[in-house]
């Protein structure tokens, strides 16, 4: 078997400063190691540990990282449209500065932190200790990489931005619905954005425009009752709760109503003879934290 082929991908950062050893500039190679050695400082002091050696170490595997997340960042055509997209980071990096291209690379870990990575919504998300905790864990995960070992961490960025973002618009259209519930807003600090969604699209087929954000049993009962006498058509439901829900949240919704109507087994079972209690487990499935227990 041929040994597998790894294309050689080294930060934008070293590559850029490969370019200057080509073509030895003495001003600019002193000013942009000055800088450098001051970037690194600042973040062994706030990230790592100024007063070791290996604090000191991470703190410039951080920089390298940093540094060519915001160079990727700011020259993202380069690769297209350059015969050198590294000489063209050099020049960014002697005209606008080291400290430039790391907080471009530092201002998107930052707004990448702040977003949402999964639909399940707590109080510690908003809690200002564990914020700053998942700041510094990113930027680890992301930046840290020795500057003469292949790198990844701009794709993986493109890729997490991607996902995190997809969860904040589920999360986006949870909110709403729980805003915007028939029986009144939802305020409680924890948030299971899958389940609010489902709540508002299986009771949605009863028809009326009503936006359902949470429930219980009795609720659901009388639902279910309602649902088997009245016979109504679901997509005629379903049409009520896309119009009524803003265009912008409209991706998410139409999404999941596609999914919930291929594949959920209380819209499935709900028109049989199938048992109140075994319809209600089947809701817990979807639906989780956002039930009220009202079995009284």
């Not at 954000?213 to 058509?233: C, H, I, L, M, Y």
Request: hydrophobic share 40%.
């Amino acid at each position: 078997m041929l040994p597998a082929i790894v294309k050689e991908n080294l930060p934008r950062l070293t590559r850029a400063i490969q370019k200057l050893a080509a073509e030895p500039d003495d001003d600019a190679a002193y000013t942009l190691a000055d800088e450098l050695t001051g970037i690194t400082a600042m973040v062994a002091e706030k990230f790592t540990n100024d007063r070791t050696a290996d604090g000191i170490q991470k703190a410039l595997q951080l920089t390298v990282g940093a540094v060519s997340l915001g160079l990727d960042h700011a020259l993202p055509e380069a690769e297209l449209d350059s015969d050198d997209p590294d000489l063209d980071a050099l020049d960014l990096l002697i005209e606008e500065g080291a400290e430039h291209a790391f907080q471009i690379g530092f201002r998107l870990i930052k707004e990448l932190s702040a977003l949402p990575e999964d639909a399940l919504v707590g109080e510690y998300d908003t809690d200002p200790v564990y914020a700053a905790r998942r700041l510094r864990d990113l930027f680890v995960d992301l930046c840290q990489t020795d500057p003469n070992q292949n790198w990844n961490g701009s794709d993986r960025y493109v890729v997490m931005l991607k996902q995190r973002k997809e969860v904040q618009a589920i999360v986006r259209l949870a909110n709403w619905l729980r805003r915007h519930h028939s029986e009144g807003p939802v305020s409680d600090t924890d948030l299971n954005a899958e389940g609010v969604i489902a709540l508002a699209i299986i009771f949605a087929v009863e028809g009326g425009g009503r936006v359902m954000a949470r429930t219980g049993q009795k609720e659901f009962e009388r639902f279910v009752k309602s649902v088997r006498k009245n016979k109504p058509d679901f997509e005629e439901g379903w049409a009520a709760l896309v119009a009524a829900v803003p265009v912008q949240h409209h991706p998410v919704l139409l999404d999941r109503i596609a999914s919930y109507r291929a594949t959920c087994t209380v819209l499935q079972h709900i028109r049989g003879r199938t048992a109140m209690k075994t319809l209600f487990a089947e809701l817990e499935n979807y639906a989780g934290s956002e039930l009220d227990a009202d079995y009284s």
